[in-house]
């Protein structure tokens, strides 16, 4: 069975720590599928069309990196893309809390839907899309948190 991982997230904006999780997933997974989602009730700071592009740009030569984004329960956009497991990043235990409910209504949602996490690399795991949308914001240099140049 090909094994097929959905990244789901805001990516408001992809960050390094997200494109570490997509290239360790890809040493576990056959595919890795980018899944932005849009709820379209929450505002986004950058464009969705801008982010698709630039993740495009980050993993350009790789055929095993696909992105779609997509307006539904996450379970069921990962069943509608082929996807047979969620793939999430672990920071610190915030982020285990919030991923310990949502795994498991996920796989109550869609039985056998395993969700794989991987724990963040250290130097990577205090990047998060708040901060730097805040720095941005406010005009400070935000290069060394992305995997692409912004403009
Ligand atoms: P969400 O809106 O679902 O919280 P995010 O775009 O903030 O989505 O994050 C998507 C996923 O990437 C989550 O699993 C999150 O824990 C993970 N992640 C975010 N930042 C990092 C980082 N610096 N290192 C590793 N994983 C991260």
Redesign the pocket.
């Known amino acids: 069975m090909k094994k097929v991982a959905f ?6 904006p992809f ?4 494109a ?2 997509v290239m360790r997933g890809l040493k576990l997974f056959d595919e890795v599928i980018i899944g932005i ?1 849009t709820n379209s009730t929450k505002k986004r700071y950058f464009p969705i069309e801008k982010m698709t592009e630039k993740i495009r740009e980050t993993f350009n030569d790789n055929e095993k990196v696909k992105i779609i984004s997509y307006d539904d329960l996450t379970a069921n956009a990962a069943v509608a893309n082929e996807a047979n497991f969620l793939l ?4 610190n235990t915030t ?1 285990f809390e919030y ?1 310990n409910t949502i795994s498991q209504v996920n796989r109550h949602l869609v039985g056998g839907l395993e969700t794989v996490f991987l724990i ?2 250290p130097e ?6 708040t901060i730097v949308r805040e720095l941005h914001k406010y005009g400070a240099k935000v290069d060394d948190y992305l995997p692409y140049d912004l403009d």
């Open positions: 990244f789901p997230g805001s990516f408001d960050t390094k720590g997200h570490d999780i989602g999430r990043g672990l920071r982020d991923e963040t690399s990577l795991a205090p990047i998060s899309s």
